[in-house]
């Protein structure tokens, strides 16, 4: 049970990062805005991510850039004071972002009670900037890990409901990249090749094989991505590899259009990568391809169907230890990793989602 005698009238979130994180926050917060319709709900985000969550209605954004140091942190201070009064605090921070820089900005933040992760998540003194913690679920999804922010206050996060906030005008921008299946019939199979995590990323000449396996099964095939040089090169090896031509979308469009691009796919394929969470958000099915990380932890949330799952072969290689053996949420990020995702594997995967659409 809660430990308020009423609602609280404030809230604070802290999540800086990355796109596919704070994807998982915003059914959260629509648990708190469904309990509680008056609560002033603050959340302090990265830059990047403010774009892509930019017009999420009931939240006021307070935007944190990385790069501003101690400086950034008082300014932020001071603005956050401004916005709950002199003297006053926050009902509650939900300090939902362990690495060592999030936590010290927290210490920032004016509030009574700061919820933060349970000791087993919890690293870089995390256990130092807060007073309470969420339940110690082991063997949860990281979206269910963030949902359960909320059971201190007396709630339990029931429903998973994204609505992401994708504006009239980024969807009309996507709608005119290709035609729709329902006037030429022709699905599209959507690769966005690259994690921000490299050593989670798959070998071009195998996106293109699978790339030119969909091609053949009369799949239209679309390259997405940032404007990186990584991802500009991985989606050129790939163009060059490939047999058949491909729509290269990479680094055309903007974080807010990524979500309605993704949201016209009939398939996406990718690593564990932000593209992955917001198009599962968006309804969209998703390949994942998974070595370094556990789909069970980090895959689409929806449906895994269409995985492909190498985690356990990455720990018996890199770590001589089963799965099962490993502590949750163990990267195996290893030089290689990734070539233990062959591309029979993906192509099986492919032709599994074929044979249930």
């Known amino acids: 049970m809660s430990k ?38 603050t959340w302090v985000i990265g830059k990047g991510e403010f774009r892509l969550l930019e017009g999420l209605e009931g939240v006021e954004f307070v935007v944190y850039d990385k790069k501003s140091g101690w400086a950034g942190m008082r300014a932020l201070r001071r603005e956050l004071r401004e916005r709950v009064g002199p003297g006053a605090r926050f009902d509650a921070l939900m300090q939902m972002q362990v690495a060592a820089r999030a936590n010290l900005l927290s210490a920032f933040i004016p509030a009574t009670r700061r919820i933060g992760y349970d000791k087993s998540r919890s690293k870089d003194l995390h256990g130092l ?43 009309a921008w996507a ?25 989670r990323n798959w070998r071009s000449e195998r996106y293109a094989a699978v790339a030119d396996h969909a091609v053949e099964r009369g799949w239209r095939v679309v390259l997405c991505g940032g404007r990186s040089e990584l991802e500009r090169n991985t989606a ?30 009939d398939l996406l394929m ?45 720990a018996r290689k890199y770590l001589r230890k089963s799965a099962s053996e490993l502590k949750w949420g163990t990267k195996i990020e290893f030089d290689g990793v990734m070539d233990l995702v062959t591309v029979d594997d993906a192509i099986t995967a492919f032709e599994r989602y074929v044979a249930a659409s």
């Open 236 to 265: 050129d090896a790939i163009l060059a590899a490939m047999r058949h031509p491909a729509l290269d979308l990479v680094g055309k469009d903007t974080l807010k259009q990524l979500p309605a691009l993704l949201e016209r796919a």
């Open 175 to 199: 709608r005119a990249q290709w035609p729709d299946k329902h006037d030429d019939g022709i699905p599209t199979l959507l690769i966005s090749p690259c994690s921000s995590h490299t050593l």
């Open 4 to 41: 308020l005698s009423a609602p609280p009238r404030s809230l604070c979130l802290l999540r800086l990062s990355a796109l596919g994180d704070v994807t998982h926050v915003v059914p959260l917060v629509r648990t708190l805005r469904k309990a509680w319709p008056q609560l002033a709900l």
């Open 270 to 314: 990718t690593p564990d990568s932000g593209p992955m969470h917001i198009a599962n958000a968006m309804g969209t099915k998703v390949l994942g391809l998974h070595a370094a990380s556990n789909p069970a932890r980090s895959g689409p949330y929806s449906d895994r169907r269409y995985c492909v799952d190498r985690y356990d072969d990455a």
């Open 129 to 171: 900037f807060v007073n309470e913690r969420i339940p110690d679920r082991p063997g949860i999804h990281v979206l269910d890990a963030i949902g359960s922010f909320c059971e201190p206050l007396g709630l339990k996060q029931e429903d998973v409901i994204w609505n992401l906030p994708v504006p009239d005008e980024a969807r």
